[in-house]
């Protein structure tokens, strides 16, 4: 089973999303028994940004996430919102690319709702972009309404 197939069934589930979910699909990710948060600071983009750490940190994440559930925004908004919590938090060790995708994949998946493309997505993201975010939520709901039209015509990509 793939880790995105395990983010599917425990969308399914209708449960909410949590940094203890994310180490279970991150285990799959990284093939390993075992995977934690952090426990340094962390660096990405070659040094330029900087994941410190606070007491509070996984806390403050794990509420960040649990936002994912609200029924305002909508979900686009939501969804863009929990992979880049995920990729500004930066949990884990390795594979933290990874891991937003896979959160973004659950966020619409337990509304029921599947991407059949997710290569607009792959770009490089910045903490500190707010316009950036912005159009992170429009491009998902483009790519959600286009899914669903060629779903509903019978269509693949």
């Given amino acids: 089973?793939?880790?995105?197939?395990?983010?599917?069934?425990?969308?399914e589930q209708g449960g909410p999303?949590?940094?203890?979910?994310?180490?279970?699909?991150?285990?799959?990710?990284?093939?390993?028994?075992?995977?934690?948060?952090r426990t340094m600071p962390?660096?990405?983009k070659g040094g330029r940004e900087r994941y410190g750490l606070a007491p509070d940190t996984w806390a403050r994440f794990e509420h960040c996430l649990s936002e994912s559930a609200q029924p305002d925004p909508p979900?686009?908004?939501?969804?863009?919102?929990?992979?880049?919590?995920?990729?500004?938090?930066?949990?884990?060790?390795?594979?933290?690319?990874r891991a937003a995708m896979l959160a973004l994949a659950f966020v619409l998946a337990r509304e029921?709702?599947?991407?059949?493309?997710?290569?607009?997505l792959q770009t490089t993201r910045w903490a500190d972009d707010a316009?950036?975010?912005?159009?992170?939520?429009?491009?998902?709901?483009t790519l959600i309404t286009a899914a669903e039209r060629r779903l509903s015509h019978g269509r693949q990509p």
């Fill in 1 to 11: 089973m793939t880790a995105l197939d395990l983010a599917f069934a425990d969308a």
């Fill in 17 to 37: 999303l949590t940094l203890a979910l994310m180490a279970k699909w991150q285990r799959t990710v990284l093939g390993h028994d075992v995977v934690g948060t």
């Fill in 42 to 44: 962390a660096f990405a």
């Fill in 75 to 97: 979900l686009p908004s939501r969804a863009a919102r929990a992979y880049l919590d995920t990729l500004f938090f930066h949990p884990f060790e390795d594979g933290n690319a």
């Fill in 112 to 120: 029921r709702v599947f991407l059949d493309q997710v290569h607009p």
């Fill in 131 to 141: 316009e950036g975010a912005a159009d992170l939520a429009v491009l998902l709901g």
